[in-house]
């Protein structure tokens, strides 16, 4: 057989596949997609999967970022820069933590935000003393807030803990002392808490409680006295002149006897 014949041959065949291709396509379609799904899900699954993995850790950061430059605001708060209250600047804080729970990608970074609110609304009840009343009584009960979020939200029986230790310190600087120590009763007898350090923390917690619920009202400081130094001169100009004695020397003779 010579090569012309050969591909006379070749290219019948070809023409031949190709007249009944339509035919083999409407036969095996549901076989031909399936394999072309399959394909296309082992290579376009693995890409997500990676995409996903990255955008998680790209938001992880993020969060941990926002939640260091909260930490961070307490350190400047407690240096009491003039011209800036320590309660305004852990509010704006405290509110961008709140904003970034809404977005968190996972439900235990979105607790934890609002575990550092909380710390953040607290630390304004000791860094600024001239808060009122009301202000004082608004700031809890937002901290409190943000802990019955985070507790609802953390699935770690960590976050869960500190959430309620959080209240726990909620309840004992707004006067709630019985509230508070059920609630730090509650944290070291659930056994979920066990190996954690909350546990730990909620004990230290109640051995302070007594000392912590007592009133300590210190008595008005004395009157400063004049200094001593500052009353010498005076008495010294006050004295009278010494008088020169009248009495006579005693003679030699009775010095003798």
Known sequence: ???????????????????????????????????CLILTALVVIPLWKHWRQESRRAQQAAMVSRIQTAREAVTKATRQTEGVQPASLLDSAAEELRT????????DLAA????????LLRSALHLQADLSPEEVSSRLAKAQEACQQALSLAQSPTLKGLAE???????????QYEQARDIYTRIVQNTAYQ??????????RLEQLEDNSVKVVFAPAPPQEKESSSAAPEAQQAAPAAQPSL???????????
């Open 1 to 35: 057989m010579d090569a012309e014949h050969r591909h006379e041959l070749k290219t019948n065949e070809l023409a031949e596949f190709f007249a009944q291709l339509p035919d083999f396509m409407r036969k095996y379609s549901n076989q031909i997609i399936g394999v």
């Open 100 to 107: 970034a729970s809404q977005t968190a990608p996972q439900e």
């Open 112 to 119: 934890l935000a609002r575990i550092e609110e909380a710390k």
């Open 165 to 175: 230790l959080q209240l726990g310190l909620c309840a004992e600087e707004s006067g």
């Open 195 to 204: 190996g954690t350090s909350v546990t730990e923390q909620a004990r230290q």
């Open 247 to 257: 009495v006579p020397a005693p003679s030699a003779e009775s010095a003798a006897q």
